[in-house]
């Protein structure tokens, strides 16, 4: 695939894909044609876009288990979380979503 390939399949620009080659995210396809043309192998970017879809869906169900407990909490503000006697909103960024850190690009 060509770097413009890639950055259409990916939803991002060429720069951006230029930029996942470099670390290894993507590999490069050698010997480059003579042109020294960039080809991406398009197995690595099929497997790149599982992660990130998968990295997704996380963050999504932990987003929606994270509002349905603000929503009971809501609805039954006694109900006490954890240790504290004092019932507390859960926020983005607690334990229950946790995404890797190289999907947070």
């Given at each position: 695939?060509?770097?413009?390939?890639?950055?259409?399949?990916?939803?991002?620009?060429r720069?951006h894909?230029?930029?996942?080659v470099?670390?290894?995210k993507?590999?490069?396809v050698?010997?480059?044609?003579?042109?020294g043309?960039?080809?991406i192998?398009a197995?690595?970017?099929?497997?790149?876009?599982?992660?990130l879809?998968a990295?997704?869906?996380?963050?999504?169900?932990?987003?929606i288990q994270?509002?349905q407990?603000n929503?009971?909490?809501?609805?039954?503000p006694?109900?006490?979380?954890?240790?504290?006697?004092a019932?507390?909103?859960?926020?983005s960024?607690?334990y229950?979503?946790?995404v890797?850190r190289?999907?947070?690009?």
């Open positions: 695939m060509t770097l413009a390939e890639v950055a259409e399949f990916l939803f991002v620009s720069v894909a230029r930029k996942l470099e670390p290894g993507l590999n490069e050698l010997p480059r044609d003579p042109y043309t960039l080809n192998d197995a690595s970017v099929e497997k790149y876009e599982a992660e879809n990295a997704r869906r996380a963050w999504l169900d932990c987003d994270r509002r407990v929503e009971a909490l809501k609805v039954n006694s109900v006490p979380l954890g240790n504290n006697s019932p507390a909103v859960i926020s960024n607690s229950m979503c946790r890797p190289r999907f947070h690009e």
